[in-house]
Antibody
Framework: EVQLVESGGGLVQPGRSLRLSCAASGFTFDDYAMHWVRQVPGKGLEWVSGISWNSGSMGYAESVRGRFFISRDNAKNSLHLEMDSLRAEDTAFYYCAKGLSRSHFYGSDYWGQGTLVTVSS | QSVLTQPPSVSGAPGQRVTISCTGS?????????VHWYQQLPGSAPRLLVYGNTNRPSGVPDRFSGSESGTSTSLAITGLQAEDEANYYCQSYDSSLSVWVFGGGTQLTVL
């Protein structure tokens, strides 16, 4: 059974940093791209970032480019999102999602339950 | 404003058929990038319903089906059931923006 468990969310002040992690199990982690998708409560889905199976290719939404950095550790079956210079508009649930293929261009077939990030003073 | 356009809401009676459209442009759907559909029940994470425009993952009832035509695709749900009440999102890749793009979501109400 595929499981994706996010951690690291919480309350953080504007301008500070936060690191999200996603522990993956139940599939061959290094065979698939991984993604972070966020959702403001009551609003729609917004893709944040994606990384290919071997970290050779990454992508970022324009809203986070230059502030957020995605990485993965295939030896530990884990995905990370380093979020710097956080803003109030970054407040959302952050979901870890397993890609359908090795490339981060494609969709996702499994999602974690999400971790809430609240940026507020 | 979302890159992919979906109707904000659709509704239907139990047993009826509804469709949800997803319209893009020449840099995403029109460029041949596949569309995927997700269902999000209240308080839950999204669930993949259709991938690659028309394919259903195992475990998804055949009441859900996807179709494509040019720069738009559609999700059809037949034999509506109360548990289908949820938000539905389409998603693709945009080559000019180099990002995943989502539709704004469609709230399905089962009357």
């Amino acid at each position: 059974e595929v499981q994706l468990v996010e951690s690291g969310g919480g309350l953080v002040q504007p301008g500070r940093s936060l690191r999200l992690s996603c522990a993956a199990s139940g599939f061959t982690f290094d065979d698939y791209a991984m993604h972070w998708v966020r959702q403001v409560p009551g609003k729609g889905l917004e893709w944040v970032s994606g990384i290919s199976w071997n970290s050779g290719s990454m992508g970022y939404a324009e809203s986070v480019r230059g502030r957020f950095f995605i990485s993965r550790d295939n030896a530990k079956n884990s995905l990370h999102l380093e979020m710097d210079s956080l803003r109030a508009e970054d407040t959302a649930f952050y979901y870890c999602a397993k890609g359908l293929s090795r490339s981060h261009f494609y969709g996702s077939d499994y999602w974690g339950q999400g971790t809430l990030v609240t940026v507020s003073s | 404003q979302s890159v992919l356009t979906q109707p904000p809401s659709v509704s239907g009676a139990p047993g009826q058929r509804v469709t949800i459209s997803c319209t893009g442009s020449s840099s995403n759907i029109g460029a041949g990038f596949d569309v995927h559909w997700y269902q999000q029940l209240p308080g839950s994470a999204p669930r993949l319903l259709v991938y690659g425009n028309t394919n259903r993952p195992s475990g998804v009832p055949d009441r859900f089906s996807g179709s494509e035509s040019g720069t738009s695709t559609s999700l059809a749900i037949t034999g509506l059931q109360a548990e289908d009440e949820a938000n539905y999102y389409c998603q693709s890749y945009d080559s000019s923006l180099s990002v995943w793009v989502f539709g704004g979501g469609t709230q399905l109400t089962v009357l």
